[in-house]
Structure formats: structure tokens, C-alpha cells
């Protein structure tokens, strides 16, 4: 299922480049540079927490993960992340 939708997003991206959509980017060294420093500073880990949670969403958030292809602990902080951020989007919505 994910191959699926890899493939499909895949295909997105190639129709919108063949479309002309991109453009090129000025100083492309300091703007790689630039947005490094900021991903690793958004993934930088520096503070550990525990919670309890039922065994249900464990097992649930586990299976999730394991259908994404990562661990359960970072899908957990991606959701955190998301949801800090507004970027959470629920399905269905």
C-alpha cells in the first residue's frame, strides 16, 4: 500500500515538473545550507518524556508505524510535531 502511494506522489511531482511548475533557485548553496541548519534543528531530540497510554493505541499507533516503514517512537513525535505546528490533517475531514 505505501509503494502505492509513493508511486502516485512520484508521479505528481515528474507531471509537475514537466509542466513547468519549478523554478530555479538563486544561490543554491546558502539556500541548501540554510534550510539544513533549519531541518536539523526541527529534528534535534533533546528532551525525553514518558507517558502511559492504553495498550489499544500502542499496538494501533506500532501497526501505523510499521505500515509507514519507521519506527513507532518517530511516528509519534511526527504526529506531535504536525499537530504543534497545525499541520496535523485528519482523514475524512
Do not use: C
Not at 502516485?8 to 545550507?33: A, H, M, P, R, T
Not at 533533546?46 to 516503514?69: P, W
Not at 517512537?73 to 475524512?92: F, P, V
Amino acid at each position: 500500500m505505501k509503494k502505492d502511494k509513493k508511486n502516485e506522489y512520484e508521479k505528481e511531482i515528474l507531471d509537475s515538473f514537466n509542466n513547468g511548475e519549478w523554478e530555479s533557485v538563486q544561490n543554491l548553496k546558502s539556500e541548501l545550507k540554510k534550510h539544513s541548519v533549519y531541518a536539523k534543528n526541527t529534528m534535534k531530540k533533546d528532551k525525553r518524556v514518558n507517558i502511559r497510554i492504553s495498550f489499544q493505541d500502542l499496538e494501533g499507533v506500532q501497526l501505523k508505524a510499521m505500515e509507514e516503514g519507521m519506527p513507532y517512537q518517530t511516528l509519534l513525535t511526527s504526529i506531535i510535531h504536525k499537530y504543534i505546528t497545525g499541520r496535523y490533517i485528519e482523514k475524512g475531514r
